[in-house]
Antibody, heavy 119, light 109 residues
Framework: QVQLVESGGGVVQPGGSLRLSCAAS????????MHWVRQAPGKGLEWVAFIRYDGSNKYYADSVKGRFTISRDNSKNTLYLQMNSLRAEDTAVYYC????????????WGQGTLVTVSS | AIQLTQSPSSLSASVGDRVTITCRASQGISSALAWYQQKPGKAPKLLIYDASSLESGVPSRFSGSGSGTDFTLTISSLQPEDFATYYC???????????FGGGTKVEIK
């Protein structure tokens, strides 16, 4: 079955960087767009970024544009999120999610990885 | 950016109740709306997409309706496993943005 496993979360100081990974299995990774979505503690969901199946198009939420970069390695079935210039408000659980047949719906989601930005 | 407003933000209901959650978009989005269920400490799960299409494996007591600016998620007979938070989500192909509603927490009465 489809499985998405995030890793790379942790505690980082404001202004620091972190790279998240999402290992995919159970489907043809290179055929699907992928998303990152985050959820601050006790808050709602916020879409972060999307990358097309072949990496040719990438879209970002305004809140992360210019600071975060989404990428993928189809040979390794892995999605990435490079996060630079981190702020306290970036503290959240970060989920990767598979795009539902190009429709920009998220299905399924990984279990999430927690990023804490604090001094 | 398109805003999604869910109501109510929380509700209390009993097993067997019919529950309705509303999601209003700040401008017309045709049928480009999905609904997700999230249980505490877990990742969200897709229930409904394209406003009214039931995702595979989701019980038929869940249904979605609406188009344009007003949408509804209905649970026809609430079950113990349905107590959770529900989110609507839209995709705007022109603006290349995706947004979520604020969520509706369904609690046990």
């Amino acid at each position: 079955q489809v499985q998405l496993v995030e890793s790379g979360g942790g505690v980082v100081q404001p202004g620091g960087s972190l790279r998240l990974s999402c290992a995919a299995s159970g489907f043809t990774f290179s055929s699907y767009g992928m998303h990152w979505v985050r959820q601050a503690p006790g808050k709602g969901l916020e879409w972060v970024a999307f990358i097309r199946y072949d990496g040719s198009n990438k879209y970002y939420a305004d809140s992360v544009k210019g600071r975060f970069t989404i990428s993928r390695d189809n040979s390794k079935n892995t999605l990435y999120l490079q996060m630079n210039s981190l702020r306290a408000e970036d503290t959240a659980v970060y989920y990767c999610a598979k795009d539902l047949t190009g429709a920009n719906w998220f299905d399924p989601w990984g279990q999430g990885t927690l990023v804490t930005v604090s001094s | 950016a398109i805003q999604l407003t869910q109501s109510p933000s929380s509700l209390s209901a009993s097993v067997g109740d019919r529950v309705t959650i509303t999601c209003r978009a700040s401008q017309g989005i045709s049928s480009a709306l999905a609904w997700y269920q999230q249980k505490p400490g877990k990742a969200p799960k897709l229930l409904i997409y394209d406003a009214s299409s039931l995702e595979s494996g989701v019980p038929s007591r869940f249904s979605g309706s609406g188009s344009g600016t007003d949408f509804t998620l209905t649970i026809s007979s609430l079950q113990p496993e349905d107590f959770a938070t529900y989110y609507c989500q839209q995709f705007n192909s022109y603006l290349r943005t995706l947004t979520f509603g604020g969520g509706t927490k369904v609690e046990i009465k």
